[in-house]
């Protein structure tokens, strides 16, 4: 009984022994496996699609060129105005109505004995009266002369080439209306000329006269104009409807009609509606008179056989 249980026992020792020694041996590595990949799972629309799209592939590698430097093309602006628009109280309108009519002076080709002359001619324009005064003119087919600012020109580019359309005359009177005593040689010079070039622009031919504004001239003045080949107008008959005293269009047209001759140069401003309103009344008066409305360059073409720069014309005094 002894020994079996000897037998036994040893036994039982010997199978843990053994147990033992193969749990500590080495385990041969396995294949390495494949990540895990998450399954999401497809209907069968999704499962149709996969089946018949083509994988993706991705477009050769082009390399980027940088492009030629070039240079831009300047293309210069419009006008700022609208040549064919309608010309309304000195402005620009839509064209909304046939286009004035451009009524040209042609001398008659024997002309007729000479009646008297006189030049009406009207300052600091053009304005919104501008326009008012030439219907009028138009409507007598008279002449005139209009001393304009150069800034103006530039506000009112249609009504400026309206005067010189029907047959008046263009000349100027400096650019923003500056006593030319109070200015320098360079400036008395720039005031001139930068207002004759726009002229030049808007008639194609040069002018050699200009109105000095207030009338105010000295030395300076004079020779600044001499050396640049201007002949300075200034005027014989002066109503002063400037002042806020004589704006009326009696008190306009009583002064002219009685002060009216031959060689007269009567100075005005198209600037206040007063006058405007008086020259529908003085033009046919003076016409009926027996006056020839003329424009200063026909007036001083038949009194004087030259033109001397820097010399001042008033006309004929009487």
């Known amino acids: ?83 064919d628009a309608i010309i309304t109280d000195g402005y620009l309108y839509p064209q909304t109505e046939d286009p004035i009519e451009t009524i040209m002076y042609e001398p008659d ?82 005031t001139i000329t930068r207002t004759s070039n726009v002229l030049y622009g808007m008639t194609g031919s040069q002018t050699r006269l200009f109105r000095p504004p207030y009338g105010a001239t000295n030395t300076r003045v004079v020779e600044v104009a001499a050396e640049l080949g201007y002949a300075i107008i200034m005027w014989t008959v002066d109503p002063q409807d400037w002042r806020a005293s004589n704006q009326s269009v009696e008190h306009i047209y009583n002064h002219i009609i009685r002060n009216a001759y031959d060689g007269a140069i009567v100075v005005l401003h198209d600037v206040f509606a007063t006058t405007a309103d008086a020259m529908e009344a003085v033009i046919p008066r003076l016409i009926a008179d027996g006056f020839d409305l003329v424009t200063v360059s026909e007036l001083l073409d038949y009194f004087f056989d030259d033109i001397v720069p820097g010399r001042i014309y008033h006309g004929i005094w009487r």
């Open 1 to 83: 009984m002894k020994t079996g249980l000897k037998y036994l026992c040893g036994a039982f020792f010997l199978l843990l022994i053994l147990t033992t020694c193969v749990m500590a041996a080495p385990v041969p590595p396995l294949a390495a496996s494949e990540p895990e990949v998450e399954i999401v799972p497809l209907g069968l629309i999704q499962l149709a699609q996969a089946a018949i799209t083509p994988p993706a592939t991705q477009p050769p590698t082009v390399a980027e060129t940088t492009p030629e430097a070039t240079t831009p093309t300047i293309i210069p602006p419009e006008p700022t105005y609208d040549p």
């Open 109 to 190: 080709e024997e002309p007729a004995p000479r009646r008297p002359m006189i030049a009406l001619t009207f300052d600091d324009g053009p304005t919104r009266f501008t326009n008012q005064i030439l219907d009028t003119l138009a409507e007598h087919n008279a002449r005139a002369t209009f001393f304009v600012l150069g800034e103006l020109v530039i506000e009112n580019p249609l009504t400026t080439r309206r005067i010189v359309q029907e047959g008046h005359e263009l000349l100027g009177h400096t650019w923003n209306h500056r006593d030319m005593t109070r200015l320098s040689r360079d400036n008395i010079a720039n």
